[in-house]
């Protein structure tokens, strides 16, 4: 990737909502080729969604539970962990989906409304899955830091004097 | 009865012939209101990245607390000089050619004081950091200004500084990348000063806080041209390429005689820098580059989102080529920089500092501080457009 391709990926990774505009003048670029540049990388499937973080413990009306469910599995003969993770990841409550290294093989992220909506699709769907060996569920308690975001209230006000030298 | 407390001449003659900064007046101005966005801010807006920080606590934790030798710790010395050699080819020997300071402030002021007499010129370009005049009238020296020129992109020629000599000048202070101007000057710039240097036996203050703030070439050092480290003092800290302008710290380099003389006023009026504070630039500058790095990055791409958007709305700026200020000129409108700084204040809540407070060459220009979020710096762009549409006759 050309670095001007770099640029443009790190500052929208960062703020999705910078306009092309903006962009352009920040990366010394006319719009066209910027708009051309994430067109491809939007094409390319490298910029996959332009999300936002929000911190759901803020708002009300939806708490909701998240857990990390770790799942040994039996890798399947040509296959290997592919398939099995397909079926796992077509569920639309989960939230994301690794390969891991270690004592256990996939890491599931699953978002739900409560424990027991959880609890049943560990029990329900999860667990069974032939190529399911064994699950362990934990229960996030607190988000301190997602996407490379600080919750809480962080370091986000600005504390310097408003004019200096 | 107590004796009345005698107040005329109570004073010394030195401080009264100094003026406040102009600068205290926008402070006092846009501190009181609300809603302002601020390009009047001379720091990084960035926090001290995560790892110095811990650093510094470590060591309070691990109990390092007491002074320090009154240079600074050795350690923080040896990665200086291995950071100058490193980064911008300048080495300096560890034990008697750097001092840790008290900000690049501190070095400024025993930098001048241990080498000016009363009477004594000094040459300054301008628009310039406010300190530098105030801390050489202080000394009893002469304070000289050369204008620098937006059609020479704020650097100063040979021509205005030949001008500018005479026969009690002692030295000239310089500072590229420049604040408020952004200006560089690089090899080719500054080469034809040193015949003119060495002809007038000249000592040169270079104060280069802004070096690692260069966007589109390397910094090149006054003191890596040929002969000119033996007249050299630089100055330089952490407060800008680091983003620690609360911890006070920066550091001087010159010949050991000089640094001989510059410790003997640091050590009566500072002892020694502050020593957590040391030990956190040490963490900045053994694994800090990858951070500097990223500030670069960001303060390039804002430089350049500035120049362009005061293109698009009537402001003639030349492209800043370090430090994180953009000096666009307001002559077109008719005010001066004043007028104008205090208008867009009070009519569009965004405070700039004007141009006239960094000495001659100041007029018709504003400084806008671009260390800020990109969202304010839009909307401050806006504000500015519509301000100047309204004014424009
Ligand atoms: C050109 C210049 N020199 C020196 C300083 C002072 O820096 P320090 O925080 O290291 O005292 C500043 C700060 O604004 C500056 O702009």
Redesign the pocket.
Same mark, same amino acid.
């Given at each position: 990737m050309e670095e001007h391709e770099l640029e443009i990926l790190r500052l929208v990774e960062e703020n999705g909502r910078l306009d092309i505009a903006t962009i352009a003048k920040m990366v010394d670029r006319t719009e066209e080729e910027v708009q051309t540049v994430l067109n491809k990388l939007e094409k390319e499937n490298i910029i996959l969604s332009y999300a936002a973080v929000v911190d759901w413990s803020k708002v009300n009306e939806r708490e909701g539970v998240t857990a990390m469910i770790d799942v040994k599995v039996t890798p399947q003969r040509g296959v290997g962990f592919d398939e099995v993770a397909e079926r796992i990841y077509r569920f639309p409550e989960v939230e994301a989906l690794y390969l891991v290294s270690g004592a256990y093989d996939l890491l599931v992220v699953i978002d739900g409304d409560t424990m027991s909506e959880i609890a049943r699709f560990v029990s329900e769907k999860l667990s069974a899955l032939d190529s399911v060996i064994s699950t362990t569920t934990h229960f996030r308690l607190k988000t301190y830091k997602h996407d490379g975001i600080m919750f809480g209230d962080g370091e986000d006000d600005d504390k310097r004097i408003v004019v200096?030298? | 009865m107590t004796t009345p407390v005698r107040k005329k001449g109570r004073l010394s003659e030195a401080v009264q012939n100094i003026q406040p900064s102009g600068i205290r007046r926008f402070f006092d101005m846009a501190s009181t209101m609300d809603n302002v966005i601020s390009l009047g801010v +001379?720091?990084p807006d960035f926090v001290t990245p995560w790892k110095v920080r811990e650093a510094s606590i470590d060591s309070m934790e691990r109990g390092y607390t007491a002074y320090t030798a009154n240079p600074g710790i050795i350690e923080l010395r040896e990665e200086i000089s291995s950071y100058l050699s490193r980064q911008f080819s300048t080495p300096y020997d560890p034990e008697n050619e750097i001092i840790v300071t008290? +900000?690049? /402030?501190?070095?400024?002021d025993i930098a001048i004081r241990s080498t000016v007499n009363p009477g004594e010129e000094v040459v300054i370009i301008e628009p +310039?950091?406010v300190?530098y005049a105030p801390i050489v009238s202080l000394a009893g020296g002469k304070p000289v200004s050369i204008g620098t020129k937006k059609e020479n992109e704020f650097k100063v020629t040979k021509e205005e500084l030949e001008a500018a000599i005479t026969s009690n000048t002692k030295a000239i202070m310089l500072?590229f990348p420049?604040?408020p101007t952004g200006a560089v000057m690089t090899k080719e710039d500054l080469d034809p000063l040193v015949e003119i240097i060495e002809k007038n036996d000249l000592l040169v203050l270079s104060?280069e806080?802004?070096a690692e703030l260069s966007y589109d070439q390397k910094h090149y050092s006054f003191a890596r041209l040929p002969g000119m480290k033996e007249r050299t003092i630089l100055?330089s @800290?952490? /407060?800008?390429a680091f983003a620690m302008?609360g911890w006070?710290? @920066?550091f001087v380099c010159a010949p050991a005689d000089i640094t001989a003389a510059m410790l003997k006023i640091h050590q009566y009026a500072m002892m020694c820098a502050s020593t957590p504070a040391q030990y956190g630039a040490l963490e900045a500058l053994r694994s800090g580059q990858d951070d500097v790095e990223r500030m670069v990055t960001s303060y390039k791409q804002r430089r350049n989102y500035m120049v362009k958007s005061f293109a698009e709305i009537g402001l003639s700026c030349h492209v800043p080529g370090g430090?994180f200020y953009a000096f666009p000129s307001i002559e077109e409108t008719g005010m001066d920089s004043n007028a104008f700084a205090e208008g867009l204040l009070h009519e569009e809540r965004v405070a700039v500092v004007p141009g006239n407070v960094f000495g001659e060459g100041g007029e018709g220009h504003i400084r806008c501080s671009y260390a800020t979020s990109m969202e304010s710096l839009e909307t401050a762009i806006e504000r500015i457009g519509r301000f100047i549409k309204k004014h424009s006759s």
């Open positions: 200096s030298p | +001379g720091e008290v +900000g690049a /402030s501190e070095a400024i +310039g950091f300190s500072c420049n604040n104060d806080i802004y100055i @800290g952490f /407060s800008k302008t006070r710290l @920066g430090a």
